[in-house]
């Protein structure tokens, strides 16, 4: 008030989302308080306020910080009496006996992240003892967890396995771009609520250990349901080995009996590399001890049940060349997300090319291109017909949230949009919390993706969680790879109108043309980074481009 800002409160606000850092500290016994102002975007810039300066608001941010700091030193006894109820003892009678108990008998590796993730908030985690059945879903002992609602911090516990999806619309107009906040749907993982008996606390983050890897001189098998496998992959392919993918099921006589595989199961036979025997073994040795996934030896091709070794049903995967566009106006969250997961997380190389020179680049030297979300339009007719061409020889491309749009509007792939009749389609409105009609507050959403496809290699549940913000939505075809059911919303909110539009409609598709294919994601599937769950998919598209169309 004293150097004549204008403001407001309490009509809007992100305070439910414990990824946001102004938030994350309502969740372990602080206050978090978010102040946004308008940026002066240079020196000046006109304003229905009037002139908005550089130096205002460096000031106005300054004495909101100075503020802030001098209320928390005025308020400390009273933030001292809010930290010491917020971990009363108390908290932890409240979950009556109930806990929320999650697995995967497949991927470890997913698993123990998220395991790894509750101990560094230390919350209580406890071990699953016996087999547990709810519901079509079985949690192995040894293979799932149980985390106690009713602990200290009973309300991080609840945020993270937040399923709310009941907000009224008046409410839900507030929310800011946030309804939907589970971090347990993120991970893709099973989850249920369960009054079963704990076993062993766990203390120390779970860790795996595939142990010694016996030398084979016929093949190599490796699960892929385990998420370890990925950067796994794709360290074999970047040295050149030739790996194959299952585009069937089988079953092999081990040492310990039967073992499954599934569709998407890695074979990597001894002939035919460019590496020796004792080579490949060693490379194979490394990445496990490194990824933490077990590798089988086989000394046969003959199986028990399904496809042999030798069978068409193996295909080649090819060594990807992926370029992604960023620069311009493309969004630069959502282009950071593909190379954070290129560099940080599967470690593999990955190509940026700016908008302004994407004209020049010479397609065919790529083999995967990712257009996320953006304004295109520094792509003219000539470009796009180059583009198309790339795809007709081979390409894929993999459009992801608005890019999904863009490449259906300049009929870059045959895919088609909803038709909508509802006020929404005619335009964008405002909200009065300033979201646009046009987009969803952040939700989480129920989709059935079809298993024996490619894109979904890996994942062992037809229900994926996904997490949705625009109100674009993909018309089913036979292209469809995953699809959302009639009763989608899992948690947040999404309004009566969006719905009708949402349901029945299409989350990927991959549409053939020519020798190569558009693979269409409806949402972002590497949302914030976090979404490992439908990380999955958007990886199989890199690796499964060339085989993804039916």
């Known amino acids: 008030d004293n150097i004549g800002s204008f403001y407001y409160t309490k009509e809007s606000f992100d305070n439910k989302n414990p990824n946001f850092g102004s938030t994350y500290p309502d969740y372990n016994g602080g206050v978090g308080i978010l102040f946004e102002q308008g940026s002066s975007r240079g020196l000046q810039q006109e304003s229905d306020n009037g002139l908005v300066t550089l130096p205002f608001t460096i000031r106005n941010q300054l004495v909101t910080t100075i503020a802030t700091v001098d209320a928390a030193h005025g308020n400390r006894e009273a933030l001292f009496d809010l930290q010491e109820e917020f971990f009363t003892p108390e908290r932890g009678t409240r979950g009556n006996g109930r806990s929320y108990i999650v697995g995967d008998s497949h991927d470890p590796t997913r698993l123990h992240k998220f395991i790894a993730l509750l101990l560094d908030h230390r919350l209580e985690v406890y071990e699953n003892p016996n087999d547990i059945v709810v519901g079509d879903i079985t949690y192995e002992s040894g293979k799932s967890y149980l985390i106690p609602a009713g602990q200290a911090n009973s309300a991080l516990v609840g945020i993270i396995f937040d ?5 009224t619309d008046e409410v839900a107009d507030k929310l800011g771009y946030g309804a939907g906040f589970s971090v347990a749907y993120s991970t893709g993982l099973s989850y249920d609520e ?15 250990n595939p142990g ?33 993918s299952a585009f069937k099921p089988f079953t092999i006589n081990g040492a ?27 490379l194979l040795q490394e990445a496990s001890e490194r990824e933490g996934v077990a590798i089988t030896p086989v000394a046969t091709g003959f199986n028990a049940r399904g496809v042999d070794l030798g069978s068409s ?18 969004t630069s969250t959502e282009a950071g997300e593909v190379w954070h997961l290129f560099d940080q997380q599967l470690r593999y190389p990955l190509t940026r090319v700016d908008a302004d020179v994407f004209s020049r680049v010479p397609l065919q030297e790529f083999n995967r291109i990712v257009f996320v979300s953006g ?17 007709r020889n081979g390409g894929s491309l993999i459009a992801v949230n608005g890019a999904t749009r863009w490449a259906i509007n300049n009929k870059v792939t045959s895919a088609k949009l909803v038709e909508r009749s509802d006020s929404v389609a005619e335009g964008p409105t405002a909200s009065r919390s300033g979201r646009s009609a046009n987009r969803l507050p952040t939700s989480v959403f129920e989709t059935r993706i079809d298993l024996e496809h490619p894109l979904a290699f890996g994942l062992t549940r037809e229900k994926l969680p996904v997490v949705r913000e625009n109100t674009f939505f993909l018309a089913s075809s036979p292209d469809a790879v995953a699809s959302y059911p009639d009763e989608p919303l899992l948690n947040g909110y999404i309004s009566s109108e969006h719905l009708e539009g949402l349901k029945g409609s299409a989350s990927i598709l991959a549409t ?9 994601f409806a949402e972002n599937p590497l949302f914030r980074g976090t979404w490992d769950g439908t990380r999955r998919t958007f990886v199989n598209a890199v690796l499964f481009g060339n085989n993804s169309s039916r």
């Open 163 to 167: 399923d709310k999806a009941d907000w």
């Open 194 to 208: 369960s009054n079963a008996a704990l076993g062993n606390r766990v203390t120390v983050a779970p860790v795996a």
């Open 212 to 244: 010694s890897l016996a030398r084979s001189e016929y093949a190599y098998l490796i699960d892929f349901r385990d998420s370890g496998s990925l950067p796994l992959l794709f360290h074999l392919l970047d040295k050149g080995v030739r790996v194959q």
């Open 256 to 282: 310990g009996g039967e073992k499954e595989f599934s569709n998407g199961s890695l074979l990597i036979p001894i002939q035919n590399q460019n590496l020796s025997s004792a080579e490949l073994h060693a």
């Open 313 to 330: 049903s193996f295909r080649r995967v090819e060594q990807p060349k992926v370029l992604v566009v960023t620069g311009g106006d493309v």
């Open 375 to 391: 304004n295109y339009s520094f792509l003219n007719d000539r470009d796009i017909d180059n583009l198309k061409g790339w795809i």
């Open 512 to 520: 053939p043309s020519g020798r190569g294919n558009v693979i269409l």
